[in-house]
């Protein structure tokens, strides 16, 4: 590509029109597999925390593809505006500015249909969703597009939302989608759990948990956020994680349960299990996913959609920056 080319704004319209989640999923599998190849590098996340709301950023660099990147947001009480930017490895310039609300949301979704698609019971048709946030949709849709769902058991403790997401989602799935009276109606016998909440206190013990399930814990990535119990550790016979240093470092369930101890080699990352093909076995309890975010898997979806965009025309060109001397009087 030129170097004349200018950088590209790429609108959450354009996103949505380019990608779904199907795709999003497709995508993220490449971008792990490159990543356990060694050629995608993850950029550790960082984040800093006033009273209720948080600063975040994370990135990647994709080698073979010749581009860096990364993610930044505000998550405050009273909203957010992630971006993603994207720069040429080899001059630093810009390529393009992604609106990453959608993005972000399939990245989320995605990663976790992912881990569903290798570490869930191949036959499993029952899914437990715990939370009902911006996020939960997309966590719905990405198990249900691994797995052939028949039943879908919804809790939040607070029954308008529970209700008004069950009618909402009821609409885009054609899935029977039922409320839950409490987090253990939600999970009983089902095989696959996903939490997706802002809980600082443990809700899931192990002795919810049927024999053989498999839990997506997508909402507490950070350390003040906690939603497993330390027990249902003791039962996990296969814990993944997207970022293993973030886990280390945020992840206040895995510190407890592998960090006193350092068994943090009984952790295995989930580029590994992709690329190694690590699909669950038959002794397996309970698996544990644990999506803490992680600029790899941005940047894969930054990159599909960018070279879509720059393919059929898309985006608004942006000027180059220039560098100016400054004033030093």
């Known amino acids: ?17 380019l990608m779904n989640l199907s795709g999003a999923i497709e995508a993220l599998e490449s971008g792990l597999a490159q990543q356990a190849g060694g050629v995608a590098l993850n950029m550790g996340k960082t984040h800093v925390a006033w009273g209720h709301n948080n600063l975040h950023a994370i990135g990647a660099a994709f080698q073979e593809a010749g581009i860096v990147g990364t993610k930044t ?13 994207l720069f040429d490895s080899t001059n630093g310039q810009l390529k393009a500015i992604l609106e990453a609300f959608a ?19 191949p036959d499993a048709e029952v899914l437990a969703l715990i939370g009902t946030g911006k996020q939960a949709l997309a966590q719905l849709a990405a198990v249900a597009a691994v797995r052939r769902l028949k039943l879908v058991r919804v809790y939040s403790p607070t029954p308008d939302k529970r209700r ?13 989608i039922v409320e839950a009276s409490s987090v253990e109606a939600a999970v009983a016998g089902a095989p696959i759990v996903t939490t997706v909440t802002r809980a ?13 399930a498999h839990v997506n814990a997508v ?3 950070t350390e003040e956020r906690i939603e ?13 994680v997207d970022d293993l240093g973030a886990a280390r470092r945020l992840s206040t369930e895995f510190v407890r349960a592998y960090g006193a101890t350092d068994r943090w080699n009984e952790v295995v990352p989930l580029c590994d299990v992709v690329a190694q093909r690590l699909a669950r ?23 599909r959609l960018y070279a879509l965009a720059s393919r059929m025309g898309l985006g608004i060109p942006l000027p180059q920056p220039r560098r100016e001397l400054p004033r030093l009087d």
Do not use: N, Y
């Open 1 to 17: 590509m030129s170097a004349a080319t200018p950088p590209i704004w790429i609108s959450e319209q354009q996103i949505v029109s």
């Open 73 to 85: 947001w505000a998550h405050t009480e009273g909203g957010a505006c992630p971006l993603l930017m």
């Open 103 to 121: 993005l972000g949301q399939m990245r989320t979704g995605g990663i976790s249909g992912v881990a569903t698609r290798w570490l869930a019971q």
């Open 164 to 176: 008004a997401f069950v009618e909402r989602a009821r609409e885009k799935f054609e899935i029977e």
């Open 200 to 212: 600082t206190q443990a809700f899931l013990p192990a002795s919810a948990l049927a024999r053989g």
């Open 219 to 221: 909402g507490a990535i």
């Open 228 to 240: 497993l119990a330390d027990d249902v550790f003791a039962r996990c016979t296969r814990a993944v």
């Open 281 to 303: 076995t038959a002794s397996d309890d309970i698996t544990v996913f644990k999506a803490m975010g992680m600029g790899v898997s941005d940047l894969a979806l930054g990159l």
